[in-house]
């Protein structure tokens, strides 16, 4: 087994985020049997159950360490860096990061794509993939953190200030 999580341990999926282990699990396949994580996603309303064997290829993390959630909400606080490209392009761009699962990478989205009240309107799909990434990262900052996702968002909030 690549890795040792055990029941009750928060994960993070690159696809859907933060998830809790409830249960490990033996599965007959094809005549093999494996041996599976069974994932729960509260937030999607989803359970995934993922090889134990190919955890980490499949992006299967530990929730981030200290250092790197500081790394995070410093990121936060630097200057949006936005392209000259295709919206579509950028958008294909933040759309990876956010599904990398990186809690680095997903920062850099809220970043990029905040608007703090004083700047222009966002377009839809802009919208929607900043409520994305800041909704991502919060869940992982409110997991590691122990607190609730409303709580992480204000501290995301209170980070993307300091940038303004």
Do not use: C
């Not at 933040?94 to 309107?121: F, M, T, W």
């Amino acid at each position: 087994m690549d890795y040792d999580f055990r029941i009750g341990d928060h994960v993070v999926y690159p696809a859907h985020g933060v998830g809790r282990v409830i249960g490990v699990e033996e599965q007959d396949v094809v005549g093999l049997t494996l041996e599976l994580y069974v994932i729960t996603f509260d937030h999607e309303k989803m359970t995934l159950r993922v090889p134990t064997k190919k955890a980490k290829t499949a992006g299967l993390r530990a929730l981030a360490e200290g250092n790197v959630v500081s790394q995070a909400l410093t990121t936060l606080k630097g200057r949006a860096r936005v392209k000259r490209t295709m919206w579509s392009r950028r958008a294909q761009e933040y759309e990876a990061k956010i599904n990398s699962g990186d809690l680095i990478s997903i920062a850099e989205v809220v970043r990029d794509l905040h608007r703090s009240e004083s700047q222009p309107e966002q377009s839809y799909s802009e919208r929607q993939l900043y409520e994305s990434a800041l909704d991502r990262m919060a869940r992982e900052v409110a997991a590691i953190e122990r607190i609730d996702r409303e709580a992480a968002i204000s501290l995301l909030h209170k980070s993307l200030q300091k940038a303004a």
